[in-house]
Structure formats: C-alpha cells, structure tokens
C-alpha cells in the first residue's frame, strides 16, 4: 500500500494481526498474519483500499482430496458445481482447486481437488462419496507425509 493507501487503511483491529510484510521474487506483496488470527476482516479491508485490477488471494490450511469413478466426458467445471452442491457456494472453492483432472482406468477419471479443512470435512463426510452428473464417485484424503528439504527423509 502506498502513500494515501496505507493512511485509508484501519490500524487498529486488523493491524495488530500482521506480523510481517515483504515483497516476494516476482514482485508481489506478501503479508503474514500471526498464529491463530483471522485475516477476512484484514483481506476485505485491503480490497477497499487497492483498486479493482489488483488480485487478494488468501492461504491457509488446505487438504487434498482425491475423487475416483468419474465419467470420461465430466469436465472441472463439472466437478466444481458438483462440490459446490455438496458444501454450498459460501465455501469459498474456486476452478482454481481442482489442481488435476486426469485419465484412469476403465474409461474415467481421477480428480485432486485442494480445499479447506472444513470444506473437506463436509466433502468426504461419513459416505466418502459426492455425485458428479449421474455417478457417485469415490472420496478420499491424500495423506502426504512431511519430508525434509535437505536429507530427503520422512518425519
């Protein structure tokens, strides 16, 4: 935020959440938030403040989820209004999660799809199962064990 930006923008409430800020390698600004804090009121507040051709996005936990038996002619817009049934449009998930849709056996297709923690909780339920189009198809959490950047080992 510049000059008059960052005098239009509140200090009080959502100022106190920050606990960095740094421009990253492409050029952006990166603000990091503390532990525990909730950053809607800050992202909302930072919308107001920049004009409309700049692009907030939010990061926070998410889970990977794989969705199995889709049909071959099912495409992520499918997919998404079929996740978007099933957790209701205030989630929040975008085309922008389903990070892969690809071939599988059979004749159908595999979906990974990123989302919220609560949203996959809701997603994955006590069936495992979403419908896309006419077919119940297959949900599961992927589980990726954590591995070290230097000696490549789990844990």
Not at 8 to 26: E, L, M, Q, V, Y
Not at 122 to 149: A, M, Q, W
Request: aromatic share 2%; charged share 30%; proline share 3%.
């Amino acid at each position: 935020m510049r000059g008059a930006q960052k005098k239009s923008a509140p200090s009080g409430t959502t100022g106190s959440c920050i606990d960095r800020i740094r421009k990253t390698a492409t050029g952006d600004m990166l603000i990091t938030l503390e532990k525990g804090s909730m950053g809607e009121e800050l992202q909302k507040c930072i919308v107001g403040c920049l004009d409309g051709d700049t692009e907030v996005i939010s990061k926070g936990p998410q889970e990977e989820l794989e969705i199995k038996d889709i049909t071959q002619d099912t495409t992520k817009e499918d997919v998404l209004r079929a996740l978007q049934d099933k957790i209701g449009d205030a989630s929040g998930v975008t085309i922008a999660a389903i990070k892969s849709l690809r071939k599988a056996f059979g004749e159908t297709q595999i979906a990974l799809v990123r989302v919220p923690p609560t949203a996959a909780s809701t997603i994955v339920g006590e069936r495992s199962k979403v419908r896309i189009g006419l077919v119940l198809c297959r949900v599961r959490r992927v589980e990726r064990p954590l591995k070290c950047f230097k000696c490549w080992q789990y844990g």
